[in-house]
Structure formats: C-alpha cells, structure tokens
C-alpha cells in the first residue's frame, strides 16, 4: 500500500495552521508568495464578487504551491467579508475599526470562507461556505469599552472582532459553521484527506 500524499498548508496564518493541528492533520506550511492585494485589486476591477474574490485567492495560493510540490495535496485558503454585496479590508487602526463596527452595527454582514486543494498543479477540490453575522444595536459605551479591551488584537481580523475573544457580545444572531466563520472549513476538506489516506477512515 503506498503511502499517503504530503499535505502543504499554503498559507502562514497561524489561526488556519492551529486550525489544522488541533483537526490531527499532519502537515508542513509553505507561504504562496501571492500579493493578494494586487490580485483582490484586479478581480474586483473584472467585476468580482466577494465570494469569486475568496475562491481565486484560494486557488491561486494552492496552484502556486503545489506547481514546486506536485506530489502534495496543497491547501490553500482565503475569507472575505461582504456587507450588501461590497467587500471589506482588514482596517488599519483602531479608529478605522470604530467607524467599521459603527456601520456594521444592527445589520448583517456575511463571510465567504474558500478552501481549495491543488494537486500537480491543478485544483481537484474546493467548499465555498457562507456564514451570516448579525451585529446587535450596541450603544457607544459599549464600543468604547469593547475597542479599549481589545485594541490592536482586532486588526487581524477582517470583521474587527474575533468571536473566541470577547467578539461574541457584539452579535445577536449568527448562522453558520464556526470554523467557515474563522477562515478554514475543515468539514469536507477532512473527508477529502480520509479519502486519500491522510487520515483514518
């Protein structure tokens, strides 16, 4: 019986690879080296949804990897936020967070979580999965005193919070799967590794 392929996370976001771990997926990192804002920049000028958006950075990550590892099964992953249909950036300060959660505030936003797996080069497998956040009419004290808690921590998320970490009080209403909410839909793509021996059936 041969043995299983390698699997490559492409990516360096640690929140995806702790993901990963604590799923028992055995696997090594490899950066794409994608400048995914130049390439965000693009398919948003060809008239790109949020959700195309997160599933060509996926699979451009994967394709960039596995093309040097053909043998592996490469995973390569990508999350945007889509609020009536226009896509958002990580904010780059703390006040540009406040004016984010200020709009956000009463209103639903959602997270388009891709995960596509290249194989010689080639994509053989991708979920595409949404989740949908509602934010509660939360009052100015409240904000305060959530951004003074929390501070820079909220710039690496895209949405300013992170549900593990005091994000959960912002919301009122949350339907979807939590790891497609953290970035990472490890449902099918762990079914994809049983299926090709990684992982015990």
């Known amino acids: 019986m041969s043995a299983p392929p390698p699997v490559i996370l492409a990516s ?3 929140s995806r690879a702790a993901l990963l771990a604590a799923a028992g997926v055995p696997f090594t990192i490899a950066g794409a080296g994608v400048d995914e804002h130049a390439a965000k920049l ?11 958006v997160a599933d060509a950075l996926a699979e451009l990550k994967a394709v960039k990897v596995s093309r040097g590892r053909p ?3 490469v995973i390569g992953a ?3 936020l889509d609020l009536g249909g226009v ?7 703390v006040d540009e967070a406040r ?10 936003h959602k997270l388009h979580a891709a995960v596509v797996v290249a194989q010689g080069g080639q994509p053989i497998w991708r979920d595409l999965p949404a989740a949908s956040l509602t934010m509660r009419p939360f009052s100015d004290d409240f904000l305060d005193a959530y951004l003074a808690e929390h501070g820079q921590e909220i710039l690496s998320s895209v949405g300013c919070y992170q ?7 912002l919301f009122s209403d949350i ?13 099918g793509l762990l079914d994809l590794l049983r299926r090709y021996g990684v992982l015990a059936i």
């Open 71 to 73: 043998d592996a099964l």
């Open 12 to 14: 360096k976001s640690q």
């Open 175 to 187: 339907k979807g799967d939590y790891h497609t909410i953290l970035g990472l839909p490890l449902l």
């Open 99 to 108: 004016l984010r959660l200020m709009d956000f505030r009463g209103r639903t």
């Open 78 to 80: 990508d999350q945007t």
């Open 42 to 52: 693009s398919l948003l000028g060809e008239g790109a949804t949020p959700r195309e």
């Open 163 to 169: 549900l593990e970490a005091g994000g959960m009080q």
């Open 87 to 93: 896509l958002y950036d990580k904010a780059e300060s």
